[in-house]
C-alpha cells in the first residue's frame, strides 16, 4: 500500500474538518476532540452537502445541508437516514497525515 | 378629597407579599401602604431557597415581587429597616430612626430560626437556613475545597441543606435530636428508607444525636456530642426548628401564646392589627407551610377590606425537595389503639407505603419512593371518604382500583374536578382543566402564569403536566421541558440557569458541571452552548468556531450546492453610486452567477466559490462594506422606509433612526436571527408591524412594536408602547432585544419567546421599569464592545486562513491509471 502526504496533524482544527481535492472529488478528512484522524468521501449520501463543512461531534459529523449525522468510523448515516459514504484508511505518522493512495484508486474502480 | 386609610406591614415575606395581591385585586384604591422588611430585598419565595442551595435556580428566579412591582403599586418599601416598637396609643410604628402612623397595621414578621443554647453557637461559621443571605454564606463556604458541614436538624430544611452542600462536595454529617429522621413526618421505616438513601450519596447520618457544644478558635471547627463524639465542621448549619417572630406584639401588650393570638379574621386582640403568617397562632396552632398562610394572606386581605371572611385549619401534605428522592406524606400517623396500619413494602425497588386507618377513613398516609398516588389518598384525607369498599387494594394504589388500566395517567384522570392538585396555591383540578381548555394554554409556563398551579415550591409539577396531556392530548408537546437534545436529560431553561447559577464559563465546564452524556456534544447543543457562554459572558468567554454552523464559521449562506452567497450591510437599506459599483465590480471579477434584491432591502450574490469568499470580501471592504450577517442568529437588516426625508406624509426621520439602530446593535449575536424594520407613519411601507422589533413612527412620538412573524408562522406584532424621543426608541429597543438575549432559548424567535414568558412581563421590565431597562440596555452596550469586530475584514485579514484553502490537492495517483 503507498501513501500520499496531505499535510500535517495541526493543519486540521480539533473537532473541524478539512478538504482534499483528488480528480475523483473532495475528500473530508477530520479531527475529532480526542485527536483521531479519519477521512471520508466529503459529499453527503442525501443530497450531496459538503460534510467537511459540519460540525464535528465525537466520531461522527453532522451534514450542513440538512442535518444527516455520518459516522466517521463507518460512512454509514446514523439514526433513522440511510445511505453511506466511502471511507479512506489514513495514517498519522508523527504530525504527518497520509492518505492510502490505493483507497483512493480503488474507487475509481 | 377622601384622605386614604395608612395601612402599615411590618415584615414582607410570602404571607404579606400574597396579602398585597389580593388587596391590589379587590380594592387597590383603598390604602396608602407602607412595607417594612428587616432584610435588605422584597419578597421571594422563601420555600425555594433549597433549590438556589443547590444550584438549580437563581435568586432572581425567586423573586416574587420586584422594586417595579412595588413601585407599580405605589407601595413605599422600607427594606432593611427594623421595626423595633408598636405605639398602640399613639398608633404608630417605630424604628430606630423614623416613627410611621398607622390606621390598620399587619403583623407579618415571620419566625425566626431556634438556635440550640449549646457553647460555641455564635462563633462564625454557624448559620442558620432561613434567608438569602444564609444561601450565600453557605455557597461561599462550600467553595472552599475539602470543605467540612455539619447540619444539626434531621427535618425538612436540614435535609435539603445537607443534600445541597453535599452536591458542592462537601463532607457532610447530619445531627438529628430524634431516633429517625423527619420524625414529624415520616414513620421509622420510612425515615430508615431516607437516611439509606442520603448515606448512598456520602451524607453521614447521626440519629439521638445530643449536642453538647461547637468548639473552634475564633472561628468554628468541630462540633461535640455528649457522647464524645468530634465532627470537624467548618460551618454548622442549624435547622433544629422556628419559633414565632412575636416580640414586637408581646412588648406592645398584645395577646401572645407561642404565637401572636388571632380570630378567624386574622385580627389580633387590637382591632386595629392583624397577624398573618408564621409569627401568629390560630386555634393553638402555629402553621409552617405555606399552603394555611396563603389563606391567612387572603382572609386578612378581606378583613382589611371589610368582607366577611374566616380562616379555617387546614391539612397540609409535605414534600422533600431533594432531587432524586421521592417522599410524601400527610396527616397523622401516630401509633394508637383505634388505628389501623395498611403497609406495602418492596425493598428492591425502595418503596414504602403506609395508610393509617381511623374508622375506615384514611387519617394519615407516608409514601416513599413512589408518590404519585399521594394527591389521590390526600384528597380522601381531607374529605373524610370512607374507603370500606376498596379497602384490599387500597394500598396499590388508584391505577388499580376498579379494574383501570395500569396506565399512571389514569391516577389523574380518575380524580375528581375538586382534588387539590397545588396545595400551595389551593388549585384544584377542575380548575386548572378549565383554564386550560378557556385560554387555549399549551405550555407549563402558561399554566403557571394563568392558575398559579405549581408555580410556588412546583412538587406537583408532574401532576399538572399530567393533567395538560389528559386535556390537550397530543397537542400538549411539554417544550419547555424537553431536554436540548439526546447529550442531556436538561432543557435549555435549565441550562441557561445553570451557567449563570455555577458560573460555568466554557463549554467543557458545562458538560462536565451538568453531566453531559456524549464526550463532546452534538449539532444540536453545542451551537446553544456556544451562544449562551458568548452571551452570559461576553468579555471572558473564548468563542468556540468549531461548535457554530458553517455558515457563521466562514461568515458567508451556504447554497445547496457548496458555494456561498454574500450579503454586503447597507445600512437601513440605503446605498450609492459607489457602492454599487463596486459591487458591480466584484460580480464581474468572480464571475458571480445571480444578484438579486432580497426581502430587507440588501443585495444578495449568490454563488461564490468558497475560496473566493476573501477576495470578494477583500473588494467590497475597500469600498467600505462590511459584513451584512445575513448568515448570523444576529441583527440582519432594519428595513427603512424614507420617512420626513422625502415622503409627503412622514412624520419622522424613519430612515435615520433605522440606520442608527442597525449600527448600534448589529454584530451582537442573538438565540435566532433579528429582523427589524422602521416606518415614517402609519401607512407602514417599511412593513414594520410583522418584524421581530419594529418602530411606527407617528406625530407625537415612536410606537414600539415587537413579535411579529412572518415566516412559519404569520402573526402582526404587539405594541410595547410609544416614545417622545429617538433617543427612548433606541434605548427600549435595545433593551428589549437584550432581555431577549438573556432569556431566550437558542433558535428560539422573539415571537415565541415573548409568548412564553408574557407580554406583560417584558412591558412591565422595558417599558415600564427605568432602572431594569437601563441595566439591560448597559449589559448590551457592553457585550456589543466585544461584538463590533467586522468578520470579513479579519478574515481578510488572515484569520481562518484553513476555512477557505484545501488541505491539499492531489492529482491522479500512479495506480489509479491501470484501473481506470
Known amino acids: 500500500m503507498s501513501w500520499i502526504a496531505i499535510g500535517v496533524t495541526a493543519d486540521i482544527p480539533l473537532r473541524g474538518a478539512r478538504c482534499v481535492t483528488t480528480p475523483q472529488g473532495p475528500i473530508a478528512v477530520f479531527r475529532t476532540v480526542e485527536n483521531r484522524f479519519f477521512a471520508i468521501e466529503d459529499r453527503c449520501p442525501h443530497k450531496g452537502g459538503p460534510l467537511s463543512q459540519g460540525i464535528v461531534h465525537g466520531a461522527q459529523v453532522t451534514c450542513p445541508l440538512h442535518n444527516w449525522v455520518i459516522s466517521l468510523e463507518t460512512g454509514m448515516a446514523l439514526g433513522a437516514d440511510e445511505g453511506s459514504v466511502r471511507t479512506f484508511a489514513l495514517k498519522v505518522e508523527g504530525e504527518k497525515l497520509l492518505i492510502s493512495s490505493e483507497a483512493l484508486a480503488r474507487r475509481t474502480a | ?820
Open chain 2, 1 to 820: 378629597m377622601n384622605k386614604k386609610e395608612r395601612l402599615v406591614i411590618v415584615g414582607a415575606g410570602m404571607a404579606s407579599g400574597r396579602m398585597l395581591e389580593h388587596l391590589f385585586e379587590t380594592d387597590p384604591e383603598r390604602f396608602d401602604i407602607t412595607l417594612f422588611g428587616a432584610e435588605p430585598r422584597g419578597n421571594y419565595n422563601r420555600i425555594m431557597l433549597s433549590p438556589v442551595l443547590a444550584g438549580e435556580k437563581s435568586f432572581d428566579q425567586i423573586v416574587t415581587h420586584d422594586a417595579a412591582w412595588y413601585d407599580a403599586h405605589q407601595v413605599e418599601c422600607r427594606f432593611g429597616e427594623t421595626i423595633t416598637r408598636i405605639d398602640r396609643a399613639a398608633k404608630m410604628v417605630c424604628s430606630a430612626s423614623s416613627e410611621t402612623p398607622y390606621d390598620k397595621l399587619v403583623i407579618a414578621t415571620g419566625s425566626a430560626p431556634f438556635m440550640i443554647p449549646v457553647a460555641g453557637r455564635d462563633l462564625p461559621g454557624v448559620m442558620a437556613f432561613r434567608d438569602y443571605d444564609d444561601v450565600q454564606a453557605m455557597v461561599a463556604a462550600a467553595r472552599k475545597k475539602g470543605a467540612k458541614a455539619v447540619v444539626i436538624g434531621g427535618g425538612l430544611l436540614g435535609l435539603e441543606a445537607a443534600a445541597a452542600l453535599r452536591l458542592y462536595g462537601m463532607e457532610v454529617v447530619v445531627l438529628h435530636l430524634m431516633g429517625h429522621l423527619m420524625e414529624r413526618q415520616l414513620d421509622a421505616a420510612a425515615g430508615y428508607l431516607l437516611q439509606k438513601e442520603l448515606e448512598s450519596r456520602g451524607i453521614k447520618v447521626h440519629c439521638k444525636a445530643q449536642t453538647s457544644a461547637i468548639v473552634g478558635h475564633g472561628r468554628t471547627e468541630a462540633v461535640l456530642l455528649d457522647d464524645g463524639t468530634l465532627y470537624p465542621a467548618d460551618i454548622v448549619v442549624m435547622a433544629v426548628g422556628i419559633r414565632p417572630e412575636a416580640r414586637i406584639a408581646t412588648d406592645a401588650g398584645l395577646h401572645v401564646e407561642r404565637g401572636i393570638v388571632v380570630d378567624d379574621r386574622m385580627l389580633t386582640s387590637d382591632p386595629d392589627i392583624l397577624a398573618i403568617g408564621e409569627c401568629c397562632e390560630h386555634g393553638g396552632i402555629c402553621y409552617g407551610l405555606v399552603a394555611p398562610l396563603y389563606d391567612m394572606a387572603k382572609v386578612a386581605a378581606k378583613t382589611l377590606t371589610g368582607v366577611e371572611a374566616a380562616f379555617r385549619s387546614i391539612e397540609t401534605a409535605t414534600q422533600l425537595k431533594v432531587t432524586g428522592v421521592s417522599l410524601y406524606s400527610a396527616g397523622d400517623f401516630a401509633d394508637a389503639p383505634d388505628r389501623e396500619d395498611i403497609v406495602l413494602r418492596n425493598s428492591g425497588a425502595g418503596i414504602y407505603k403506609r395508610l393509617v386507618l381511623k374508622d375506615n377513613r384514611i387519617v394519615g398516609a407516608v409514601l416513599y419512593g413512589e408518590t404519585t398516588d399521594g394527591a389521590w389518598y390526600f384528597d380522601m384525607l381531607r374529605k373524610g371518604t370512607d374507603v370500606s369498599e376498596v379497602r384490599e387494594t387500597l394500598i396499590f394504589g388508584q391505577s388499580r382500583q376498579g379494574g383501570a388500566s395500569l396506565d399512571p395517567m389514569a391516577a389523574v384522570a380518575a380524580l375528581p374536578d375538586d382534588a387539590e392538585i397545588c396545595g400551595c396555591n389551593g388549585v384544584c383540578k377542575g380548575k386548572i382543566v378549565s383554564a386550560i381548555i378557556a385560554k387555549d394554554l399549551t405550555s407549563l409556563d402558561d399554566v403557571r402564569a394563568h392558575t398559579k398551579a405549581s408555580a410556588s415550591c412546583g412538587s406537583c409539577t408532574g401532576l399538572v403536566e399530567q393533567l395538560m396531556t389528559l386535556t390537550l392530548g397530543d397537542k400538549y408537546n411539554p417544550g419547555a421541558v424537553q431536554p436540548i437534545c439526546g447529550c442531556t436529560t436538561l432543557g435549555h431553561g435549565d441550562v441557561r440557569r445553570l451557567i449563570k447559577a455555577k458560573s460555568l464559563k466554557t463549554i467543557p465546564a458545562v458538560m462536565q458541571e451538568l453531566e453531559w452524556k456524549t464526550s463532546c456534544g452534538c449539532a444540536k447543543c453545542r451551537p446553544a452552548l456556544n451562544y449562551y457562554l458568548v452571551c452570559d459572558w461576553p468579555d471572558e468567554y473564548a468563542d468556540d468556531y468549531q461548535s457554530r454552523f458553517v455558515n457563521e464559521r466562514v461568515h458567508a449562506n451556504i447554497q445547496k450546492d457548496g458555494t456561498y452567497s454574500v450579503v454586503p450591510r447597507m445600512w437601513g437599506g440605503v446605498t450609492s453610486a459607489k457602492e454599487l459599483r463596486a459591487i458591480a465590480d466584484v460580480v464581474d471579477k468572480f464571475h458571480i452567477p445571480t444578484v438579486k434584491v432580497t426581502g430587507g432591502q440588501r443585495i444578495d450574490m449568490l454563488g461564490v466559490r468558497k475560496e473566493d469568499l476573501p477576495g470578494v470580501w477583500a473588494d467590497l471592504g475597500r469600498a467600505g462594506f462590511i459584513s451584512g450577517h445575513a448568515y448570523a442568529k444576529g441583527l440582519r437588516t432594519v428595513k427603512t422606509c424614507v420617512g420626513s426625508d422625502w415622503c409627503r406624509f412622514g412624520t419622522q426621520d424613519s430612515t435615520g433612526l433605522g440606520i442608527r439602530i442597525e449600527k448600534f446593535m448589529w454584530g451582537s449575536w442573538t438565540p435566532a436571527k433579528v429582523k427589524m424594520a422602521v416606518s415614517g407613519c402609519p401607512r407602514n411601507c417599511a412593513e414594520a408591524t410583522c418584524k421581530d422589533v419594529g418602530v411606527i413612527c407617528v406625530d407625537s412620538g415612536y410606537e414600539i412594536h415587537f413579535a411579529g412573524a412572518a415566516g412559519l408562522d404569520i402573526k402582526g406584532t404587539e405594541v410595547l408602547g410609544v416614545v417622545k424621543t429617538e433617543d427612548d426608541a433606541l434605548e427600549h429597543i435595545v433593551a428589549l432585544v437584550q432581555m431577549y438575549r438573556e432569556q431566550a432559548h437558542y433558535l428560539e424567535r422573539i415571537y415565541k419567546w415573548a409568548k412564553r414568558v408574557g407580554l406583560d412581563e417584558i412591558r412591565r421590565q422595558i417599558l415600564e421599569d427605568p432602572q431594569k431597562r437601563k441595566a439591560y440596555f448597559d449589559r448590551f452596550a457592553f457585550s456589543r464592545k466585544f461584538a463590533q469586530v467586522d468578520p470579513w475584514s479579519e478574515r481578510v485579514s488572515g484569520k481562518d486562513k484553513h476555512e477557505f484553502r484545501p488541505m491539499a490537492a492531489i492529482g491522479f495517483p500512479v495506480v489509479a491509471e491501470g484501473a481506470l
